[in-house]
């Protein structure tokens, strides 16, 4: 039996992988959750703390956008069986050029506080544009709305300085991802037409590949 643990995306709650169906006696599905960060906590310590959370040896870990960073970082820390990431990047150097700029000029720090107060902006930034109308599913899927855990996760998620991509990463990202747009990445799977929450979008796609990909060495 596979034990898969799946991390959502920035902000988000467990519930966007709800479409996620794989064989029961194939594979046991765990849902990661964030947690909120110490006082400048840095995502490595942060990371350490949600392997806390792993209850299992030699897991798949799967991790969404900001998930994904995440993932990769506690797979410093654990012996995992394959890691895979989803709507994400593997290095520093797949960020867009406008985060680039914010990291370099740190327009991160001033992030608005009320952003986390305004779920329709709070989607825009973790979500993405496309589902900008759809203020229901906002509410449905991001929960996260700590004002600390917000300018935490986008510093973090700006300043990631991970310079190469972990050996034998599985990376699944869409061509028509706002977020992170497919011309900055390199060496992934390419889903036509999958956006920023294909998890969602896509969900069929994941059921069809999701296990081969676990189970092929």
């Known amino acids: 039996m596979t034990h898969m643990y799946l991390m959502p995306g920035m902000a988000a709650n467990p519930s966007i992988f709800e479409h996620i169906i794989l064989p029961k006696d194939r594979v046991t599905?765990?849902?990661l959750e964030w947690i909120v960060p110490n006082s400048k906590e840095s995502i490595e310590d942060y990371a350490l703390r949600m392997t806390a959370f792993v209850k299992h040896s030699d897991i798949v870990l799967l991790g969404v956008s900001f998930g994904g960073v995440i993932v990769q970082e506690m797979a410093k820390h654990i012996k995992v069986q394959k890691?895979?990431?989803?709507?994400?990047?593997?290095?520093?150097?797949?960020?867009?050029?406008?985060?680039?700029?914010?990291?370099?000029?740190?327009?991160?720090?001033i992030l608005p506080t009320r952003l986390v107060e305004d779920i329709d902006t709070l989607a825009k930034y973790a979500l993405g544009e496309s589902v900008k109308h759809r203020v229901a599913l906002y509410q449905k899927y991001l929960s996260m709305n700590d004002r600390h855990y917000m300018r935490w996760a986008v510093e973090n998620m700006i300043c990631w300085d991970q310079e190469n991509p972990p050996e034998g990463i599985i990376h699944i990202h869409g061509d028509a991802d706002a977020v992170f747009p497919k011309r900055y990445i390199e060496s992934c799977i390419t889903i036509p037409g999958g956006t920023h929450i294909m998890i969602l979008t896509k969900a069929k796609w994941f059921n069809k590949n999701l296990l081969q990909l676990i189970e092929n060495d």
Request: charged fraction near 35%; hydrophobic fraction near 35%.
């Open 83 to 109: 890691l895979i990431i989803v709507s994400s990047v593997k290095s520093k150097h797949e960020l867009p050029r406008r985060m680039k700029l914010s990291r370099k000029l740190k327009l991160y720090k």
């Open 29 to 31: 599905v765990h849902r």
